[in-house]
């Protein structure tokens, strides 16, 4: 079934149907499980499902909202991709082009997001929901729990009135000065600080400390692997 362990990578290598997960070969899919020995390659026999990879879209419910964090339970990915891990997070900083200054303006527990895989490693998944199109597709009133309506910038409970924020998934999401002088021609300023320059720039350098995150981490298990081999030949000899 899809998550479970079949062998080690060690072991085997990760045929159809399967990826490796903390040096695990596990299964993308139901169905048969074989380990050829011949080959040294696991399969599993069965409909192919893709796992989510990065890039993906996928759907979850938010589970807590942190200051600088907000997590998500994965329940699937769109189209024949498979969700094969549950927990991933949506950092702060992957929120919104808009500026964010409180975590519960735009999510709020029991909601439902769709989101964009922005990063997959052995230390979890990070989702993105910037741009429109992503966010919020369901919300829920923190009071009285019913499901809320989009009405313009902001969400509405048709039970008990209550107002709130969230990063609706139709909604805009441009990036917006805080401060805005309208007597100094705001508009103009507006578009060339604002929208696409800055949100390119934004995502270059947010890709380039994930890009370093993931290097330092993978050159720390590559030392670790290599440190663990030449100890073991070490005392071999
Ligand atoms: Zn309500």
Redesign the pocket.
């Known amino acids: 079934m899809p998550g479970e362990a079949l062998t080690t990578e060690e072991e085997f290598l990760a045929g159809k149907n399967t990826y490796v997960e903390d040096g695990l070969i596990k299964s993308t899919t139901f169905g048969n499980a074989n380990l050829d020995h011949a080959t040294k390659e696991a399969t599993v026999k069965g409909k192919s499902i893709e796992p989510v990879k990065e890039g993906d879209v996928v759907f979850g419910v938010i589970t807590n909202v942190k200051d600088n964090t907000v997590m998500v339970e994965l329940k699937r990915g769109e189209g024949e991709t498979k969700v094969t891990r549950r927990n991933a997070q949506i950092p702060v900083r992957n929120i919104s082009n808009e500026f964010v200054s409180r975590t519960r303006d735009f999510y709020r527990i029991g909601d439902i997001v769709k989101a964009k895989v922005n990063r997959i490693d052995d230390y979890g998944i990070d989702l993105e929901t910037k741009g429109k199109g992503l966010g919020v597709i369901k919300a829920y009133?923190s009071?009285?729990?019913?499901e809320?309506m989009s009405n313009q910038e902001k969400m509405k409970?048709l039970?008990?009135?209550?107002i709130e924020d969230r990063k609706w998934f139709e909604k805009e999401d441009e990036y917006k000065p805080r401060e805005r002088d309208d007597s100094r021609g705001g508009f103009r300023d507006r578009r060339s600080f604002g929208g696409r320059d800055n949100r390119g720039h934004g995502g270059r350098s947010f890709g380039g400390r994930n890009d370093r995150g993931r290097d330092n981490r993978q050159g720390g298990r590559r030392n670790f692997n290599s440190n663990g081999r030449s100890n073991f030949g070490g005392r071999s000899r």
Do not use: A, E
Request: glycine share 10%; proline share 0%; charged share 25%.
């Open positions: 009133c009071k009285c729990r019913h809320m409970c039970d008990c009135g209550s």
